[in-house]
């Protein structure tokens, strides 16, 4: 993936103003300031939490449901997370 001139100039921005800082803070001013998409951050939280179950040894469809109550979200919600939005990537 390319980055376009707009996400450099965030990135040499974001150098600029947090020099040193650890990539938690760094995270939490962005998010903060709004500059982080919040559907995508949950659509990742979501993804990464089914996977990992899956990982340890869950159905899919089990850790579909689990996450579902984790995060106090519907079954529904949860499958769109982990099908319809494919753009998001966890690596």
Do not use: H
Not at 8 to 20: A, D, S
Not at 22 to 28: L, N, P, R, S, T
Not at 68 to 90: D, I
Request: glycine letters at 10%; one cysteine or more; a positive charge.
């Amino acid at each position: 993936m390319t980055l376009t001139i707009y996400e450099k100039r965030l990135i040499g921005w974001v150098e600029g103003m947090y020099p040193g800082r650890g990539a938690g803070e760094v995270a939490e001013r962005l998010i903060r300031m709004g500059v982080v998409d919040a559907v995508r951050c949950k659509v990742l939280v979501v993804r990464e939490y089914v996977d990992g179950l899956v990982g340890q040894g869950a159905g899919k469809v089990d850790a579909m449901y689990r996450a579902a109550e984790r995060f106090c979200c519907s079954y529904e919600y949860v499958r769109k997370c982990m099908y319809y939005y494919r753009e998001v990537n966890l690596k």
